[in-house]
């Protein structure tokens, strides 16, 4: 018969060697995990999406006649937001025009003066060569007691009056001049300013359509009908959705290995572990979370404890996983940063060459406003 007790201790002298190998491998192996996987990478559920919120507001006052979107809507850059009441605006662009017509006639009528104080200047010209012919030939009347002494002195006094009257009649010119001399009525400088008022009464005109400044979706909308607005007073906020990214809070431990250009990895709540966003470090920013608050804490007491700060690291986003997949400005967000590759930049080294937004929903052509106000002007300058 087999012994027992000899087949079980057969048995465990070949399964353990095999379970030692078996916690060898396993050991190396998360060895091998932590230090090459593991250790290249730094994680984070402390992210959030981010975007530009793009808060529209009326360039001119005026009266809501119209609103024509709602919030959650799309709009495309350029389209009608918001309509103000147009007859205030068109008031001040029928005054704008009758003040550019007065000042254009105000104008002819000082070119009018100056013309006329230059024929006095030689009016007063002519009056005292008139009185310095008539002492010259009274002079010689005296020696001969012609005429009586106080008769000659009425005749130097008449030129001293004559010499007095040219002086101020040439000043009088001279102040005539310094309104309208170096530019015709065209090119004068209060005609100038007349027509650019016209001009800014003109776009009032053409501004009182709110427009959209970029595509995106409609929140936050506060506008009424009815309601009397300002310049610059909050409207309502689009967001491009096409157009956000990440903001990664890592703790200060963390930064030591992060660089720009790193890839990151992104899993939502939204979406599930199933659907992985990629992208890549835009920059990391200057100070920690603490320091941009709205009160930074204050260490320099005697009961401080230490906080371990976080420092924002903005993050990219893929556009065409962020089309298959939106995303909300606000979502949190788990980030994983792949450290890799660590011959990157730490800090931007130059300054950013990126194309910058920009709109050109606001351009007006100003050509229609130039061609009525120089028919207005070459209608009240007799032309």
């Known amino acids: 018969?087999?012994?027992?007790?000899?087949?079980?201790?057969?048995?465990?002298?070949?399964?353990?060697?095999?379970?030692?190998?078996?916690f060898i491998v396993i050991g190396v192996a998360w060895w091998a995990l932590a230090h090459f996987v593991l250790n290249l990478r730094e994680k984070t559920d402390d992210a959030y999406v981010n975007g530009s919120m793009v808060v529209v507001s009326s360039q001119v006052p005026g009266t809501v006649i119209e609103v024509a979107v709602e919030n959650t809507m799309l709009v495309e850059a350029g389209q009608v937001l918001v309509r103000l009441d147009p007859v205030d605006a068109q008031t001040q662009l029928s005054t704008a025009a009758a003040m550019l017509g007065e000042t254009v006639r105000d104008v002819r009528q000082q070119i009018a003066t100056a013309n006329q104080?230059?024929?006095?200047?030689?009016?007063?010209?002519?009056?005292?060569?008139?009185?310095?012919?008539?002492?010259a030939h009274r002079t010689p009347l005296l020696a001969d007691k012609a005429?009586?002494?106080e008769e000659l002195r009425h005749a130097e006094e008449t030129v001293n009056i004559a010499h007095a009257a040219l002086e101020q009649a040439r000043g009088q010119a001279a102040a005539a001049h310094a309104l309208v001399d170096g530019a015709d009525v065209t090119d004068n400088p209060h005609v100038l300013a007349a027509k650019a008022r016209y001009r800014d009464a003109w776009v009032t005109t053409k501004r009182n359509a709110v427009l959209a400044p970029v595509r995106g979706y409609v929140a936050q909308r506060s506008v009424q009908l009815g309601q009397r607005i300002a310049p610059a007073q909050p409207l309502m906020t689009i967001i491009p959705l096409d157009e956000i990214?990440?903001?990664?809070?890592?703790?200060?431990?963390?930064?030591?290995?992060l660089r720009i250009g790193q890839p990151v990895e992104f899993d939502s709540d939204l979406y599930g572990s199933s659907t992985v966003f990629h992208g890549h470090i835009l920059g990391l920013w200057p100070g920690t979370g603490a320091a941009?608050?709205?009160l930074p804490a204050q260490n320099a007491s005697g009961n401080w404890i230490k906080v371990v700060q976080r420092v924002p690291v903005k993050v990219s986003l893929d556009p065409k996983e962020l089309a298959l997949h939106p995303l909300r400005v606000g979502l949190s967000l788990a980030a994983t940063v792949d450290t890799h590759q660590r011959d990157g930049a730490i800090l931007a080294a130059a300054p950013a060459m990126a194309q910058h937004p920009s709109t050109d929903v606001y351009a007006i052509d100003l050509s229609t406003a130039d061609a009525a106000a120089d028919a207005i002007i070459a209608k009240n300058s007799g032309r």
């Open 117 to 135: 104080a230059d024929a006095t200047v030689k009016t007063r010209e002519l009056e005292l060569k008139r009185a310095e012919l008539d002492l």
């Open 245 to 257: 990214w990440v903001d990664a809070n890592f703790k200060e431990g963390q930064l030591r290995n």
């Open 147 to 149: 005429i009586a002494g």
């Open 292 to 294: 941009f608050s709205l």
């Open 1 to 22: 018969m087999n012994d027992p007790t000899s087949a079980t201790s057969n048995t465990r002298s070949r399964i353990l060697p095999i379970l030692g190998v078996v």
